[in-house]
C-alpha cells in the first residue's frame, strides 16, 4: 500500500515536471489553439471522473467521495474556460461591422 502511493506520488510530480517542460517551450501564439485541443482531453476526464463517481459503492469513505467531486468541479470549470477563452480568441478575428475598415470598404465601393 505504502509503496503503491509513493509510486503514484513521483508519477503525479514527473508528470507535473514534464507537462511545465513541455508548455514552457511553446510559442505564444499556440497557445490558444493548444488549449482548444486540451478541452477535449478534460472533457473525457470529467466524464471519466463521473463515471467513477456513479460506480462507487455506497460505503465509500466521504474522502474519496469529496475529492472526486472537486476534480469534477475543477475538471469541468477547465472546459468551461477553455471554450470561453477560445471563443474570445476567434472573435478577435471577426471583422466589426462598425470598424473604420468596414466603413472604408462601403465608401470605396
Known sequence: MYNEL???IAI???AGFVGFAVISK???TLHTPLMSGTNAIHGIVVL?????LGHLPGDAHWGIKIILFVAL???TLN???????TDRM?????????SPAA???GADA
Do not use: E, S, T
Not at 48 to 52: E, I, Q, Y
Not at 79 to 85: D, E, L, M, T, Y
Open 6 to 8: 509513493l509510486a503514484n
Open 12 to 14: 503525479l510530480v514527473l
Open 26 to 28: 511553446v510559442p505564444n
Open 48 to 52: 471519466g471522473a463521473l463515471v467513477v
Open 73 to 75: 468541479v475543477f475538471g
Open 79 to 85: 472546459v468551461v474556460g477553455g471554450f470561453v477563452v
Open 90 to 98: 476567434l472573435g478577435m478575428f471577426k471583422q466589426r461591422k462598425d
Open 103 to 105: 466603413q472604408k470598404k
